[in-house]
């Protein structure tokens, strides 16, 4: 037999466990339906250090930026693009099927972040894709969204 203090605890723990599962039963009730939503290509309040494509890289010097290799950009058209970066915001999808080798990648170094992020861009059938190795996680885009993301590559 249980004491007073003891059904205590038992009304306590009860109502507790009532209460997370009710909660969780609300998240999983009135979630969206969708699965595909719109999100950030690169991780909110990402501070990038540099962004590498293949034969050229950006990096940060001190407050500016220096571009290496093919293309020879200002500090000014490296701030564009990389506000572009972490300003897009796409459509996420499945993966898609049948695709062919990727054309080519953007590679970012992020503060806090260990490896650099990888973003792979794909084009079938007159439709771009983007994958982000690190989330696992594919984007449909348009094509003036891609040429403008790795405008120092052609992507042709």
Not at 112 to 118: I, M
């Amino acid at each position: 037999m249980l004491s007073r203090a003891g059904w205590n605890n038992v009304v306590i723990f009860s109502m507790l466990l009532m209460i997370f599962f009710l909660n969780g039963f609300h998240h999983k009730f009135f979630a969206e339906k969708s699965e595909h939503h719109k999100q950030l290509l690169l991780p909110a309040q990402s501070f990038v250090l540099a962004l590498a494509y293949p034969g050229s890289k950006v990096e940060r010097i001190g407050t500016s930026w220096r571009s290496e290799g093919e293309w020879q950009a200002s500090p000014q058209q490296i701030e564009t693009l990389l506000a572009d970066w972490l300003q897009t915001e796409l459509m996420t999808q499945d993966k898609p099927s049948e695709l062919p080798a990727a054309l080519s990648a953007a590679q970012f170094w992020l503060a806090g972040q260990e490896l650099p992020w990888v973003i792979q861009v794909f084009k079938h059938e007159q439709q771009y894709y983007l994958f982000d190795a690190q989330r696992q996680l594919w984007f449909s885009a348009e094509a003036s969204t891609v040429q403008g993301l790795f405008i120092p590559i052609s992507l042709e």
